[in-house]
């Protein structure tokens, strides 16, 4: 087979019905490499570490099969589909998967080194500490995925992973390690990034809607424009983020550090900020109408015409702050310190 | 008018004049159509009259009512506003019944984390597909199949089986019924077993308490009204 590559030469380009081929398994034979399997169907079947290496597997339909510690390195699964399937610690690296759909699968401890996930959607399916260095994720659907202890790093530090645009919907990455990655424009909505290590990550017009990440790291991230309403970013850690443009409507920010944050007309009406940190943070332009910013540390924070209408700002620390142009109509500044050092009577 | 007929008149004027008024609508049109609106639904008070009536008959007692409410509100991702909103509609909707009295909507009984936890446990022995299958057949009666669930995550199956079946002698009776679908494999046995274990484990969930006589709950108006609910697709 000339399309995957591969090492290995075994049975190269010899084809294969399903039936023949569970045959040969059944009689011992676990050795298929470059094997032509192309558009066979199989139910339940178990190919417990069958060598599938270079093997074409395009348009087949696989459902219920069990490929533990299988060998489909070199691979060519392009347009298969794959329904409940299992490769728990199964090697799949530089195999192909284009276009391919696998639904409720299970890839956990797999190695996906390498591999061309291009196009390909991967619904509900588990990759629990599998190995995803360099894997080219072009338009993959990873939504409802469970990637918890999945290794996205590349082994060059200096280039970090490349998750542009990715669907991860639902997705839980809960510790994940993403410091780093180019997660610009992908869709996490609703996803779990509890605990997640995004420190420095690109996430640029990426859309957060109601996700949980709480007790991330976030510092140096960039997040211009991403859509964060209703997020749960307690105890986040935002140090030095760049929020400009973006959306913090409703989200729950409280005892999150935000220093030297950069948050420009960001749009955070009726965001939690209680005990928020927010010192030299930049807010100009922004709308955090009706936040609740009780107990913030605001110290040398720049609020240069930053709509804090009913906000509250019962004993936060606003010293140096500069809120001289700040829209306060209706805010509740009980026992503030103001920025002269004075406290608000 | 008629006692009854002015009491529904009353109701649909409420609904109209509420500041949350298109939530509220958008909660009615869920109850009667089974489906979740992309916009809040255009009605005058007569055409939501007519509806308060389908919903009264349907749903029989308040209680029953608010079950459903309940089911609706954890498949949203605004379920927190939304649990507020249908406490509103239970409080404007429970006088419509003959025996009204205390009944209460159920709080979303798990929270978004604990359920991502709930995930990584059902499908640790098993495929996240086979886990989705039980989860589809406990929700309808309908034959499941693999591709038609490609539409819903795990997590919104999960969403809408504990908020769905907030009594856990319910969820074990339906968990019975459905295993039948499946010849009563071991496979589906053991994720039928392990979530009524799993559940189990989570506190029981509060309830916000309507009552007749009490002030109707302050719902924020200000909370953006926007559309970008999770389209609620509720299973038949």
Request: glycine letters at 6%.
């Amino acid at each position: 087979m000339t399309t995957t590559n591969s090492p290995v030469n075994c049975l190269p380009d010899l084809t294969m019905d399903a039936a023949e081929f569970l045959e040969r398994y059944d009689r011992g034979q676990t050795q298929f490499c470059e094997v032509n399997l192309a558009g066979i169907t199989l139910t339940n079947a178990d190919l417990i570490g069958v060598d599938l290496r270079g093997a074409s597997l395009q348009g087949v339909y696989f459902e219920f099969c069990h490929f533990g510690r299988a060998d489909l390195s070199y691979a060519l699964m392009t347009g298969a589909r794959f329904e409940g399937c299992n490769f728990t610690q199964a090697v799949l690296s530089k195999s192909h998967f284009r276009d391919a759909i696998c639904h409720g699968c299970v890839f956990d401890r797999a190695n996906l080194q390498g591999a061309d996930l291009t196009l390909a959607a991967f619904l509900d399916c588990n990759f629990l500490s599998s190995d995803l260095r360099q894997v080219n994720l072009s338009h993959t659907v990873l939504a409802g995925a469970c990637l918890r202890g999945a290794n996205f790093r590349k082994e060059n530090y200096q280039e970090p992973a490349n998750l542009v645009g990715v669907d991860f919907r639902h997705a839980d990455l809960q510790g994940t390690n993403l410091a780093s990655a180019n997660l610009a424009r992908t869709n996490l909505a609703g996803a779990n990034l509890k605990e997640a290590n995004l420190n420095g990550v690109n996430l640029s017009q990426a859309d957060l809607t109601n996700a949980n990440l709480q007790g991330a790291i976030l510092s140096h991230a960039l997040l211009c424009e991403a859509n964060l309403t209703g997020a749960n970013l307690r105890q986040a850690r935002l140090a030095k983020v760049d929020l400009r443009g973006g959306h913090l409507t409703e989200a729950d920010l409280s005892q999150a550090i935000l220093s030297e944050a950069r948050l420009d007309e960001v749009q955070g009406e009726g965001a939690n900020l209680r005990e928020a940190v927010l010192n030299k943070a930049d807010l100009r332009r922004a709308n955090f109408k009706g936040a609740d910013l009780q107990e913030a540390r605001l110290i040398d924070a720049y609020l240069a015409r930053t709509n804090l209408q009913g906000v509250n700002l019962r004993q936060a620390n606003l010293i140096r702050a500069d809120i001289s142009s700040a829209l306060l109509l209706d805010a509740c500044l009980e026992e503030a310190l103001m920025p002269d050092g004075s406290v608000y009577t | 008018m008629t006692s009854i007929a002015s009491t529904y008149h009353q109701a649909a004027q409420r609904i109209a004049s509420h500041p949350q008024s298109e939530r509220l609508r958008k909660l009615l049109f869920a109850l009667h159509y089974h489906q979740w609106p992309s916009h809040a639904p255009e009605m005058n008070t007569a055409q939501l009259e007519e509806m308060l009536g389908a919903i009264v008959q349907h749903s029989q007692t308040p209680k029953g009512l608010a079950t459903q409410l309940t089911g609706i509100v954890s498949t949203l991702n605004k379920a927190q506003v939304y649990q507020k909103v249908a406490a509103a509609l239970l409080q404007i909707v429970a006088p419509l019944y003959p025996q009204a009295s205390s009944v209460a909507v159920a709080k979303p009984a798990l929270s978004m984390a604990e359920l991502y936890n709930l995930r990584l446990e059902l499908t640790r022995y098993c495929t996240p597909l086979q886990v989705k299958l039980l989860l589809a057949a406990l929700l309808t009666h309908k034959p499941v199949h693999a591709q038609g669930l490609e539409r819903f995550t795990l997590i919104d199956l999960l969403q809408r089986v504990v908020g769905r079946f907030s009594d856990s002698e319910a969820l074990r009776a339906r968990v019975q019924q459905a295993l039948q679908q499946f010849n009563n494999d071991g496979v589906y046995a053991n994720v039928g077993d392990r979530l009524l274990k799993l559940l189990q484990r989570f506190p029981s969930d509060a309830a916000v308490e309507v009552t007749m006589e009490t002030t109707p709950p302050t719902v924020d108006p200000a909370a953006g009204d926007d559309d970008d609910e999770l389209t609620c697709q509720l299973f038949a």
